[in-house]
């Protein structure tokens, strides 16, 4: 059933409104045959009507043409109501899926009211349009007057559902009586509007339920997903045999989660420089676009691009990223690359359930390729001034701020000096949560506490939650040898914020979910999976065996185990 059918049919035409249009029709019917006899007196003498003598071929040609005006004057007169009308009962739909048809809540009829008083404003111009084109009319127009009530009855008059009124109304008129039909629609049998249940309705109602909550809620979840590398086995994965590329294959088994996150962020390690530049790997890295798409599909909100890699492929590869997120998919939070200083200026403030989380990216260094002279602002460096003012900026701006550098040493579990270092200027100028990238493997994860142990939002020197690293997303490394299997461990980083009593985002709780890069040669054989959904046949079958022996699930869980602790599990 429709939902214009659903709502017409609760709607009940009772005897009141029966006898209120009879009446209307009845003074319409004598106003029109005031207006006749006038005319009959101006052009054929005071004879009334039926002593006059009228030509039987005249007459049946003028009732033709007499029934040609009518249509046309209903359309006119009438089309526009009918749009009204139309409009008033979308009102009422509009409150029955406001006010629910579960069978528990009943329909407003405020609401309807208001609307109808709408539709009178509305139809106050349709009359005074009516009035125009009734006064329009021709002499052969008001001689067909004569012809028409001859040939009828004013029994004939009801023979139609909707009455076709052919002489002058009168404004004050109309206003009663569409007050009367004002009262009238509101006044609806509320007992069968709430019977009127529907698969459709209750679904929408739902959907639009769950989005007001959303927009309301004091809660926020953030993911954060590590490096993205596209070494050449990942690349040649993703290109079938026309040379199109798609790798939505690598985010099959993570999806969900990602994309359920209100705020997803993840670390694309490789610029997104297009074809036009080579799709290349190590040690000069450069993505096809595709890359991109299967990123915003995966559901990530946030592409953090401030990393060693963000300059392989110079100017030109910084311009193409930008330009394909600008242009591709505007929604996206694009941070640590910018193509004008404006864009270096400007902090990332993401906003999420009524909570504003700035976004800051940085990394230590571009592998010794330096910024183009004439974009000295391309790539966001953790340099001291520039962060500083940055965290400023978010401590002011926002409800939370989020750090993620590209830090560390490569292939080392250990906290460096930089590290600490930088971990201490985070902390000292408001950021709430670090997420860190680059070193390749998973590093420990701290929660710095300030004296009263209670987690609180960071105004300076107070709680801040670190991850250290968070491991690589996807890759396949060329290397060999002890401990590359410890780069197909990553991770998660799982957030949950709230409101404490006073009003502050803070962080409610967190996690981690070890994840490991499934490698396989051939078309679409690169899949990264949770750990726990992880199998040891699949280990078996994981090519990255033939680079690292030790490779296996008992080797991952224990690699989770010494790093993270039961937190992960």
């Keep these: 059933m429709s939902k214009y059918n659903e709502v017409m049919e609760n709607i009940v035409i009772t005897d009141e409104m029966r006898a209120r249009l009879l009446e209307n029709i009845q003074k319409e019917v004598a106003g029109d045959n005031a207006g006749n006899d006038n005319k009959e007196g ?33 359309v006119a007169r009438y089309g526009s109501r009918v749009a009204v009308f139309a409009l008033v009962m979308l009102g009422a739909y509009g409150v029955i899926r406001l006010v629910g048809v579960d069978g528990h809540k009943s329909m407003e009829t405020a609401a309807p009211a208001a609307s109808v008083e709408m539709a009178m404003e509305a139809t106050e111009t349709t009359d005074s349009a009516d009035y125009a084109y009734d006064s329009e009319a021709t002499e052969e127009t008001e001689e067909s007057f004569a012809y028409e009530d001859a040939a009828e009855s004013s029994d004939s008059l009801f023979d139609a559902e909707v009455p076709i009124y052919a002489g002058k109304e009168d404004a004050a008129e109309e206003s009663d009586n569409l007050g009367a039909s004002k009262n009238s629609i509101t006044d609806i049998d509320k007992s069968k509007i709430e019977g009127a249940k529907s698969d459709d309705v ?6 639009a339920t769950e989005m007001a909550a959303a927009e309301s809620s004091d809660e926020l979840t953030v993911t954060m997903a590590g490096d993205v590398l596209l070494h050449t086995p990942v690349a040649e994965a993703g290109e079938d ?23 997803a962020i993840v670390n694309q390690e490789v610029i997104l420089g297009g074809e036009d530049l ?13 890359l991109g798409d299967s990123l915003v599909k995966a559901g990530f909100d946030v592409i953090c691009h401030a990393t ?5 492929k110079g100017k030109k590869g910084i311009i193409n990223a930008c330009e394909f997120w600008k242009k591709n998919y505007p929604e996206i939070t694009v941070a640590g690359i910018n193509e004008t200083e404006e864009e270096y200026d400007k902090v990332r403030i993401v906003e999420r359930n009524g909570i504003k989380v700035a976004v800051l990216n940085y990394t230590y260094g571009t592998n010794g390729i330096s910024l183009p002279s004439d974009m000295p602002y391309a790539v966001d460096l953790l340099e ?27 292939y080392d579990h250990n906290i460096d000096s930089v590290q600490t270092k930088w971990t201490e200027i985070f902390r000292e100028y408001g950021a709430d949560l670090v997420i860190g990238t680059h070193p390749h493997v998973i590093q420990p994860i701290e929660m710095l506490n300030d004296s009263d142990g209670k987690i609180t939002n960071n105004h300076g020197d107070g709680d801040m939650l670190v991850y250290y690293s968070i491991g ?68 078996d079958k994981n090519e990255i065996v033939k680079q690292d022996p030790d490779f296996s699930k008992v080797y991952c869980e224990a690699l989770c185990n010494d790093i993270w602790g039961d937190l992960w599990k």
């Design 42 to 74: 101006e052009g054929a003498g005071s004879e009334p009507l039926s002593f006059q003598k009228v030509n039987i071929s005249d007459f049946e040609k003028k009732k033709a043409e007499s029934s040609s005006r009518k249509i046309i004057k209903f």
């Design 202 to 207: 209750e679904a929408e109602a739902a959907e």
């Design 241 to 263: 045999t026309s040379g199109d590329y798609n790798f939505d294959f690598i985010f099959d088994k993570t999806r969900d989660e990602i994309s359920a996150a209100d705020i």
């Design 278 to 290: 080579g799709v290349t790997g190590y040690p000069s890295f450069n993505a096809p676009y595709e």
């Design 308 to 312: 060693n890699h963000a300059l392989d």
């Design 384 to 410: 001291e001034d520039k962060v500083i003012a940055d965290l400023k900026y978010a401590e002011e701006n926002a409800d939370f701020t989020i750090v993620c550098p590209h830090w560390g040493t490569e």
């Design 472 to 539: 690589n997303f996807v890759n396949w490394t060329s290397g060999t040898g002890d401990q590359v299997a410890d780069r197909m461990v990553g991770g998660l980083a799982n957030v949950k914020l709230g409101r404490d009593e006073n009003g502050e985002v803070c962080i409610d709780d967190y996690s981690i979910r070890a994840i490991v890069c499934h490698v396989e040669s051939g078309a679409e054989n690169v899949t990264v999976y949770p750990l726990n959904e992880y199998t040891d046949s699949m280990a």
